[in-house]
């Protein structure tokens, strides 16, 4: 399904997404950041909590020697950092995790299966760890979009979106 060249690429575009992201809402007042928009997790602040929270726990799964669980569930994911310059450097520093993941995955754990216990349907699920990697960088980029809506409704100004227009030497 996926290869590790794959990984390595969305890996660079996470990076070069959430760097453009945490950009415009660093232009933004607190209060932008945190005002209820309509999202699935309100904020521009809840919504980016979320996205790390979420790839805090799909890595937990894929390199659970290197990574923890997060301590919460998905209710309270909008909250799992409160302050705005911790989540920018937990962003960072997530980012880095994911990117030395990218350069180390194994092809043949990417061939094989992934089994986990999901607290969202409460049993445990096996499915293709392809395709569970494919699903990761896919919540990353939808929740990445509601982001961008949100900045730009506030008056903020995201890079664009396009893969294509990823910069080549954006570091992997």
């Given at each position: 399904m996926i290869d590790r060249s794959f990984v390595g690429m969305m890996a660079r575009y996470n990076r070069w997404q959430n760097g453009s992201l945490y950009a415009a809402a660093g232009g933004l007042h607190e209060a932008a950041r945190r005002a209820e928009r309509g999202?699935?997790?309100?904020?521009?602040?809840?919504?980016?909590?979320?996205?790390?929270?979420a790839d805090a726990m799909w890595m937990s799964r894929?390199?659970?020697?290197?990574?923890?669980?997060?301590?919460?569930?998905?209710?309270?994911?909008?909250?799992?950092?409160?302050?705005?310059?911790?989540?920018?450097?937990?962003?960072?520093?997530?980012?880095?995790?994911?990117?030395?993941?990218?350069?180390v995955v194994a092809a043949d754990w990417l061939a094989g299966d992934l089994t986990w216990f999901s607290?969202?349907?409460?049993?445990?699920?096996?499915?293709?760890?392809?395709?569970?990697?494919?699903?990761?960088?896919?919540?990353?980029?939808?929740?990445?979009?509601?982001?961008?809506?949100?900045?730009?409704?506030a008056g903020a100004r995201p890079e664009d979106t396009d893969i294509f227009l990823m910069p080549e030497e954006t570091a992997a």
């Open positions: 999202a699935f997790f309100g904020s521009i602040h809840g919504t980016l909590s979320h996205i790390l929270w894929f390199w659970p020697e290197r990574v923890e669980k997060p301590g919460v569930g998905i209710k309270q994911s909008p909250e799992l950092v409160a302050e705005w310059s911790e989540l920018c450097a937990r962003r960072v520093a997530f980012d880095d995790v994911i990117s030395e993941w990218a350069r607290g969202a349907i409460n049993r445990q699920v096996t499915r293709p760890a392809g395709l569970c990697v494919a699903h990761f960088f896919n919540h990353q980029t939808h929740h990445r979009g509601q982001v961008h809506a949100m900045l730009t409704a």
